[in-house]
């Protein structure tokens, strides 16, 4: 397991990924997910992620 993926594993929280479009954020997801992080949410873009924030 390489160091990155420990450290992130070591989170223990959801991660959220987010871009300027929302297209890298879906292929930063489908990666994540194939290296076993299931608590993956895909933020779409920075406002749609700020309006997450604000919602919880």
Same mark, same amino acid.
């Given at each position: !397991?390489?160091?990155?993926?420990?450290? *992130?594993?070591?989170?223990?929280?959801? *991660?959220? %990924?987010?871009?300027?479009?929302?297209? /890298?954020?879906? !292929?930063? !997801?489908?990666?994540?997910?194939?290296?076993?992080?299931?608590?993956? *949410?895909?933020?779409?873009?920075?406002? /749609? %992620?700020?309006?997450?924030?604000?919602?919880?």
């Amino acid at each position: !397991m390489s160091k990155t993926k420990k450290k *992130i594993a070591k989170l223990n929280q959801p *991660i959220i %990924v987010c871009c300027a479009s929302g297209m /890298r954020s879906s !292929m930063a !997801m489908q990666e994540l997910n194939k290296m076993g992080f299931d608590q993956v *949410i895909k933020g779409k873009t920075w406002n /749609r %992620v700020q309006q997450l924030q604000q919602s919880v």
